[in-house]
């Protein structure tokens, strides 16, 4: 029997005001819910963990130095773990960087972001962070074979366009040149995404056909990203090298090429002269070596990528889309326009 207001005792007068003003509540409360995350986001400091790879030379200092100010201006708490052994191969670091993320995974933090050493096998340490919701961002380098919804973005620069970019400078500069130019390719860790993809993008150049047979790549030297192992694994070819002039040398970094400038001037050589240097970096080192001559070009890679890191880290906070790939601008510096390297 249906009954009317006036028909309703004050006992269940009230309970249904109850229940409507808990309607009402249970209401409100599921519509603030996907908010009220962000909310609590913007009353306390954003928990970012990073895992660095070990310092290999003068663009790993900038890069560190840049994401640690950058978190301090933006008062985010940043956890950063970096591996301590820049001697260690990329396979190596791997491990000790994958514990690292595992950390930032069991303290909860809002966003992860992190270099990787190597482009593969990080697919299980990913899908763990996807599990927990925890956004991964890449800082200049990517990984590669992975399921895209794992990364929120890649921020950084585009290894093979630097890779052509020091192709065609130094295609350029023998383009007056009779024969075949020989040249020494310096590489950077094996597997790692700039080594790699400089390496292809330098040799698409040196193949097209319009240049084939300008220059050949005659040996590749294994530096790891790393002063000393270039330094000695350039001492090694060149002692042994008693049949190939040697024109040209293409270094992955700027550490390396600065390594290759010190062997080849110990074998008596004049590297910016009659060995011309090509680099990727442009670090404030190397523009004072193009200064001084002995660096002949640097293809910038810019390792000021804090200010972009955290805009990402704050927006995949708040589960905001981002682009798959955020790509930094790059010039490429030699003696022409040396006085504006580095200055940025
Ligand atoms: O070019 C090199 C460093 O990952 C882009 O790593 C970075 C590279 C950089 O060892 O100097």
Redesign the pocket.
């Known amino acids: 029997m249906r009954r009317t207001l006036k028909e309703l005792t004050p006992i269940s007068i009230y309970s249904a005001r109850f229940a409507f003003v808990c309607l009402i509540i249970v209401l409100a409360i599921s519509l603030l819910g996907p908010c009220t995350k962000y909310a609590q986001l913007n009353q306390r400091r954003l928990r970012v963990g990073f895992a660095q790879?070990a310092n290999?030379?003068p663009?790993?200092d900038t890069?560190t130095e840049s994401i640690k100010t950058e978190a301090r201006r933006r008062n985010v708490d940043l956890k950063f773990l970096e591996s301590d052994n820049p001697a260690l191969k990329g396979g190596e670091q791997q491990s000790g960087q994958k514990e690292a993320l595992r950390s930032f995974i069991k303290e909860r933090v809002d966003v992860i972001a992190f270099?990787p050493v190597v482009e593969t096998g990080w697919d299980d340490v990913l899908n763990e962070a996807k599990e927990a919701g925890i956004p991964v961002i890449l800082s200049?380098?990517g990984v590669s074979e992975t399921d895209e919804s794992l990364i929120a973005t890649f921020i950084?620069?585009d290894?093979v366009e630097e890779g052509r970019r020091a192709g065609r400078w130094l295609v350029d500069e023998f383009e007056d040149t009779q024969g075949t130019v020989n040249v020494i390719e310096v590489e950077?860790t094996r597997d790692?995404?700039?080594a790699m993809q400089r390496h292809r993008g330098f040799c698409e150049i040196l193949s097209r056909p319009e240049y084939q047979d300008r220059l050949r790549v005659v040996a590749w030297v294994l530096g790891n990203?790393n002063y000393d192992q270039a330094k000695a694994a350039m001492r090694a070819f060149l002692a042994n090298n008693d049949h190939q002039p040697i024109s040209a040398v293409f270094a992955?970094?700027?550490?390396m090429a600065f390594a290759a400038i010190a062997a080849l001037e110990e074998a008596g050589f004049k590297p910016g002269t009659e060995i011309k240097v090509v680099s990727?970096?442009a670090t404030d080192k190397g523009c004072n070596e193009i200064k001084k001559g002995r660096l002949n070009c640097a293809v910038e890679?810019k390792?000021r990528l804090g200010p972009a890191l955290f805009d990402a880290a704050q927006a995949a906070a708040k589960s905001m889309a981002l682009p798959e790939r955020i790509i930094i601008s790059e010039g490429v510096y030699d003696k022409s326009n040396v006085d504006k390297c580095g200055n940025e």
């Open positions: 790879i290999e030379g663009w790993r890069n270099s200049d380098r950084g620069s290894f950077g790692s995404a700039p990203f992955h970094s700027d550490a990727v970096d890679c390792p």
